[in-house]
């Protein structure tokens, strides 16, 4: 069973080597906790392994993404470029119309839907890793039947492909039905959180479940530094 480096030491070695293939990741963050940073270790890695990656971004251009991901990495020049983007914010500014303030109504009104050409980039991809940063975009904007197709077609693809499909949520956006659903669709749930401690603010990651793997009872203290995630010191759960 091939391995998918997650991009950070630390985290593959309670991982026995990474996230195996064939596997849906839904990354489930609270605001500030750093998804998008991992997502950028995660990206940067398949690059540096020769792989095909796909970044579907929904809050962030193309180029902002790129921006962001050249702050933490120090690449050599192209490398970043190397990765595939769907790039749906550029698509909606150049689609903004009157009727933009009813989001919805503006969906049906776009001769471009996101969520079915997102489904479509998927189903025929052979991309190694697939990320979408976030599934945020598609809980607030259609309804309940269209984000679990969209999770299950995610799903296929990545056991199809032997492929890794990194999935990012913020916790608290979806309903606690459609969240447990889209827990229970997913093959592992890493969850990022953030406690205060004093006058710190703490961030710990979590790993709550992992198919094929032996999931690790750690929790990993991480900050957030201008190389990317900084893994601490393991923490054991009495």
């Given amino acids: 069973m091939k391995k998918y480096s997650t991009g950070i030491t630390p985290l593959d070695a309670q991982l026995g080597g990474g996230f195996p293939s064939g596997s849906l990741i839904l990354l489930l963050e609270e605001p500030g906790a750093g998804a998008?940073?991992?997502?950028?270790?995660?990206?940067?890695?398949?690059i540096n392994n020769n792989e095909k990656v796909l970044y579907i971004t929904t809050n962030d251009t193309k180029d902002q993404i790129l921006q962001n991901i050249k702050l933490y990495f120090a690449l050599e020049n192209g490398v970043a470029d190397?990765?595939?983007?769907?790039?749906?914010?550029?698509?909606?500014l150049l689609?903004?119309?009157?009727?933009?303030?009813?989001?919805?109504?503006?969906?049906k009104q776009m001769k471009h839907d996101p969520l079915k050409h997102v489904k479509t980039t998927i189903a025929g991809s052979d991309h190694e890793r697939i990320i979408l940063n976030s599934l945020?975009?598609?809980?607030?904007?259609?309804n309940t039947?269209?984000?679990?197709?969209?999770?299950?077609?995610?799903?296929?693809?990545?056991?199809?492909?032997?492929?890794?499909?990194?999935l990012l949520m913020t916790k608290g956006i979806a309903d606690n039905k459609l969240e447990n659903?889209?827990?229970?669709?997913?093959?592992?749930?890493?969850?990022?959180?953030?406690?205060?401690?004093?006058?710190?603010?703490?961030?710990?990651?979590?790993i709550l479940k992992l198919k094929r793997v032996l999931v690790p009872k750690s929790i990993l203290r991480?900050?957030?530094?201008?190389r990317g995630i900084r893994m601490e010191s393991v923490m054991r759960v009495l």
Wanted: no cysteine.
């Fill in 36 to 46: 998008d940073v991992f997502s950028f270790h995660f990206a940067v890695a398949g």
């Fill in 82 to 92: 190397r990765i595939e983007f769907v790039d749906l914010v550029s698509s909606r």
């Fill in 95 to 107: 689609q903004q119309t009157d009727s933009k303030s009813d989001v919805k109504a503006f969906l």
């Fill in 136 to 142: 945020a975009y598609f809980v607030l904007n259609y």
């Fill in 145 to 166: 039947d269209d984000v679990v197709e969209l999770i299950n077609e995610m799903s296929l693809t990545a056991k199809k492909n032997d492929s890794v499909i990194l």
């Fill in 181 to 206: 659903t889209i827990k229970f669709m997913a093959d592992g749930i890493i969850e990022m959180t953030i406690n205060e401690s004093g006058n710190e603010i703490q961030r710990v990651l979590k």
């Fill in 222 to 226: 991480y900050d957030l530094t201008d």
